[in-house]
C-alpha cells in the first residue's frame, strides 16, 4: 500500500502578490455632454468637471476641475470652449489638458451655450443676449440683445452642422414660456428671427440633424423645423418630457424620453422616419442624462455611468470616465453582493450575482446613500436622506414600493439590520430605531447615533459610529436594549468592526487595532507597530485572516494582512496605489466567495483570487505523473482542476488564452505525492476555449476547456 499524505494547505494569488488587486466596476459619472474630436478622441463633461479619451472611451484622462459647465464646443483640431453657469467661458488650446478662463465683456457672466470657429470667432448664449468674440473668446461684444430678442429672454440653447449655419434659441424666462430660432449665416455677427415661435414650451436643447432639419428637447416633446426655424411640428405627437436628442450618420434618431418633469425615468428610443414612430433600446440601467453618437455610429449612453454600444443597444460597455466613492457592502442570503458606490452625498445601490465581477444598478428608489437588509422574501433599502425613508421589495429588486408612515423614525437613516427574530433594525443619526411589524411601526430604543451594524453567530448585535468616540454597542435581546462596551479600548472613533469565525470581534479605530475574545465585554489593543500597519478599517475571511488598512485622513491605500489572530502581519503588495495613487481606502470587506473587496475614493478593487485556501486531497500515491480533464467542462464560471504526483515535485499550474497568453497562475511551489485540486473562477474573462498546464519537475501536461457564458 502506497502511503497517505496529510491534507496541505496554499493561499491562492496571495504569493502571486503582483495580481492581487484588479479595479472594476461600477465606474463613476454619467457625462452630461460628450463631443467626438476625431478619430478614435471623446471629450466629455459633467457639471463641475471635464475628461478626455484618445481609445474612444476606454481609458481616460485625469478629471480636470471646471465649474459649473454647461455646454461644450470642440473647433475640429482646435481649441475646445466650455460655456459655465456662473463664469462665463473657458478655453483649452491643447485639447483639454489646461484651461484658461475667458469671457472679457460677457454681463452677466452665466453663459448657456457656445459656438466657435477656426476663424477665431466665438459667439455664447446668455441672459443679456448673444455675445461674440473675435479674438478666440478673449473679449465679448453683444450683437443681438432685449431690443432683437425681447424683453426677459434668454439664449437658451445654440447649434450647428457643419459651422454653415448656425442657430441661436431663445425662451422667455416668464410663464407661459415661448421661444424662437434665429439663424446666422456670417458667423454670428447678424441674426434673423424665425417666423413662427414655439409657444408654451422650454427649448432646452437644440440639435441638426444631417439633412438640415432642427429637432429641439423641449419640456414636452421634440420640436422639429424643416425650413431653418421658420415652422415647427411636433415630432410622432410626443408629450413627453425629452432627455437627450442624437444622430447616427445614416440620419437615424436617438432620444431619451420620460413622463416626469427630470431625466430619472428617460429611457432609449430610436426612429428610423424623423422621429413619426419609436422603438425601444435596451439600456443597461435606468434614467437617461445624455446620448450622442460617433462618426461611426457607436452610442454613448449617461445613464449612472457611461455606456458604450457598438451594435445599435443590443450590448453595452460601461466606461471609466472615473471612479466612484464606495462606502457600504452587504451580501445577501444567496451570496449577492451589494455596494453603495457614488458620490459623497448621493450613492446608487449595485448588485452582484457573480462574486463581484460585474455589478448593475438597483433602482430603488434612494436619494441619500442606500443601505440594504433582507427580511424573510423581502428586501429593505434605507437612505441617509432627510426625512427618512425605508423602500421595500418582494421581487428580488426588480421594483420598490416606499414603506409609508415611519415618521417617528427621525433622522438620517445610515443602516438597517434583520435580526434572527426578524425585527427590523435602524441605524440612524438620532439613535436606533426597532420595528417587529415589518416596518410598519418603529420605537426608539437607544438615543445613541449609530452609523453601522454587525451581527455575531451567536446572535448578539452591535453597532458603531464613526464620528464620535462611544465605542461598540451591544444588545442580547434582539435589539432590544442596547449597552455601551469599550472597557479597555478607551474613548477612541471606532470606524470599522468585524466578527471572525471563531466569534472573536476586530475593531479598526484611531487608538489602532482592538481585539474582544468575549463578544466586546473587553477589548486588547492588538500591537500592529511591531510591522507598523496602520489602518482603521477592518475585514476577516472565513478562515479568520484578518486584513487591516485605510485612514482617517490623506491618502493611505495600503492592506496588511494576518494569518495568525493578529501576532504578525504582512503588507499586501503592490498596494492599491500602484493601480491609482489618489485612491483611499474606505471599507474592507470579505465575501463568502473569499474574495477581499476594498472600497475607496476611487472606486471598487478586488482580489484577483480568493484569500481562503485551497484543498489539496489527500489519498494513496498516484502510480506516476497525471493531469485530469477538468470538471465541469465547459464551465461558467468555476470549475475544478486535479492533477496526480508520484512524488514530491515543484508544481505550477497555469491557465493561458488560445493566444498563449498567461491569464491566471493558480498555483506554484513544493508539493507533495498525491492527488491535488485547484478551483478556477473565470468570472473576470470572456466566453471561450482556454488551455491548462501543470508543470512538475522536468515534467509537463497540458489540456483545453471551454468557458461559456
Known amino acids: 500500500m502506497k502511503r497517505l499524505v496529510l491534507v496541505c494547505l496554499m493561499f491562492v494569488g496571495i504569493a502571486d502578490a503582483q495580481n492581487f488587486w484588479s479595479r472594476i466596476e461600477p465606474y463613476s459619472y454619467g457625462l452630461n455632454e460628450i463631443r467626438f474630436g476625431g478619430g478614435d478622441t471623446v471629450f466629455g463633461t459633467w457639471n463641475s468637471g471635464f475628461s478626455r479619451s484618445t481609445n474612444n472611451g476606454d481609458v481616460w484622462s485625469n478629471p480636470v476641475i471646471v465649474s459649473f459647465v454647461q455646454d461644450i464646443h470642440v473647433v475640429p483640431n482646435g481649441n475646445i470652449f466650455l460655456a459655465q453657469n456662473q463664469d462665463r467661458l473657458s478655453r483649452s488650446t491643447n485639447r483639454g489638458a489646461s484651461w484658461t478662463k475667458v469671457g472679457n465683456g460677457i454681463t452677466p457672466t452665466s453663459c448657456s451655450s457656445v459656438l466657435a470657429n477656426a476663424a477665431g470667432v466665438v459667439v455664447t448664449g446668455t441672459q443679456n443676449g448673444i455675445f461674440r468674440s473675435t479674438d478666440n473668446g478673449t473679449n465679448f461684444t453683444r450683437v443681438a440683445g432685449p431690443a432683437q430678442l425681447g424683453a426677459d429672454t434668454t439664449i437658451g440653447a445654440m447649434a450647428t452642422y457643419d459651422g454653415t449655419v448656425w442657430y441661436a434659441f431663445t425662451r422667455r424666462n416668464s410663464f407661459p414660456e415661448i421661444g424662437y430660432a434665429l439663424r446666422s449665416t456670417d458667423a454670428g455677427l447678424t441674426w434673423t428671427k424665425g417666423n413662427t415661435s414655439l409657444d408654451t414650451v422650454a427649448i432646452y436643447k437644440a440639435y441638426i440633424h444631417p439633412n438640415g432639419s432642427i429637432f429641439t428637447r423641449t419640456n414636452s416633446g421634440i420640436r422639429v423645423s424643416s425650413d431653418g426655424g421658420n415652422s415647427w411640428y411636433r415630432a410622432g405627437n410626443i408629450t413627453e418630457y425629452i432627455g437627450d436628442i442624437a444622430f447616427a450618420p445614416d440620419g437615424t434618431v436617438y432620444t431619451g424620453m420620460t413622463g416626469g418633469n427630470s431625466t430619472e425615468n428617460a429611457y432609449l428610443f430610436r426612429s428610423t422616419d424623423l422621429g413619426n414612430t419609436w422603438t425601444p433600446v435596451s439600456t443597461p440601467s435606468f434614467g437617461l442624462s445624455g446620448i450622442h453618437v460617433n462618426g461611426k455610429g457607436e452610442l454613448f449612453l449617461s445613464q449612472d455611468q457611461t455606456y458604450r454600444s457598438s451594435d445599435q443597444g443590443a450590448t453595452w460597455k460601461a466606461l471609466p470616465v472615473s471612479f466612484p466613492n464606495v462606502t457600504q457592502f452587504t451580501e445577501g442570503p444567496t451570496g449577492e453582493l451589494f455596494i453603495s458606490a457614488g458620490g459623497s452625498a448621493y450613492q446608487n445601490l449595485y448588485r452582484s450575482q457573480n462574486n463581484g465581477f460585474s455589478w448593475t444598478h438597483v433602482n430603488c428608489g434612494v436619494t441619500g446613500i442606500p443601505s440594504v437588509t433582507f427580511h424573510a422574501d423581502t428586501m429593505i433599502v434605507a437612505d441617509n436622506f432627510y426625512p427618512a425613508k425605508l423602500f421595500r421589495s418582494t421581487d428580488n429588486g426588480v421594483t420598490f414600493k416606499n414603506i409609508t408612515g415611519i415618521s417617528v423614525l427621525s433622522g438620517y437613516v445610515n443602516a438597517v439590520l434583520s435580526t434572527p427574530q426578524r425585527a427590523l433594525l435602524a441605524a440612524t443619526t438620532t439613535g436606533i430605531f426597532r420595528s417587529v411589524n415589518h416596518g410598519k411601526a418603529w420605537t426608539n430604543v437607544s438615543t445613541t447615533p449609530s452609523g453601522t451594524f454587525r451581527q455575531h453567530p451567536n446572535g448578539t448585535l452591535y453597532a458603531?459610529?464613526?464620528?464620535?468616540?462611544?465605542?461598540?454597542?451591544?444588545?442580547?435581546?434582539?435589539?432590544a436594549t442596547w449597552t455601551e462596551q469599550k472597557n479597555g479600548m478607551g474613548n477612541t472613533i471606532v470606524h470599522s468592526l468585524a466578527v471572525a469565525p471563531n466569534g472573536d470581534l476586530f475593531s479598526g479605530s484611531d487608538a489602532g487595532l482592538f481585539r474582544s475574545t468575549d463578544a466586546g465585554s473587553n477589548w486588547v489593543r492588538i500591537d500592529t507597530q511591531k510591522v507598523k500597519p496602520y489602518g482603521i478599517y477592518v475585514a476577516v475571511n472565513k478562515e479568520g485572516t484578518i486584513f487591516f488598512g485605510g485612514a482617517k485622513s490623506g491618502t493611505n491605500s495600503i492592506v496588511y494582512r494576518s494569518t495568525n489572530a493578529g501576532i504578525s502581519f504582512t503588507q499586501i503588495t503592490p498596494e492599491i496605489s500602484a493601480i491609482d495613487n489618489q485612491a483611499t481606502i474606505r471599507s474592507l470587506f470579505t465575501s463568502s466567495s473569499g474574495h477581499l473587496f476594498a472600497g475607496t475614493s476611487m472606486g471598487l478593487f478586488r482580489s484577483q483570487q480568493k484569500t481562503t485556501a485551497v484543498t489539496e486531497m489527500s489519498g494513496a500515491v498516484p502510480e506516476g505523473f497525471r493531469l485530469d480533464q477538468n470538471y465541469p467542462n465547459p464551465f461558467n464560471p468555476v470549475t475544478t482542476i486535479r492533477f496526480h504526483l508520484a512524488e514530491p515535485a515543484d508544481v505550477r499550474l497555469t491557465v493561458y488564452d488560445p493566444l498563449g497568453r498567461e491569464v491566471r497562475r493558480l498555483t506554484e511551489g513544493r508539493r507533495n505525492?498525491?492527488?491535488?485540486?485547484?478551483?478556477?473562477?473565470?468570472?473576470?474573462?470572456?466566453?471561450?476555449?482556454?488551455?491548462?498546464?501543470?508543470?512538475?519537475?522536468?515534467?509537463?501536461?497540458?489540456?483545453?476547456?471551454?468557458?461559456?457564458?
Not at 474573462?685 to 483545453?704: D, E, F, I, N
Open 673 to 709: 505525492a498525491g492527488t491535488h485540486t485547484v478551483p478556477f473562477d473565470a468570472a473576470d474573462l470572456a466566453s471561450g476555449v482556454y488551455y491548462y498546464t501543470v508543470t512538475a519537475g522536468s515534467r509537463s501536461a497540458v489540456k483545453r476547456m471551454l468557458l461559456v457564458k
Open 464 to 479: 458603531f459610529r464613526s464620528f464620535s468616540s462611544s465605542g461598540v454597542f451591544r444588545s442580547t435581546d434582539d435589539g
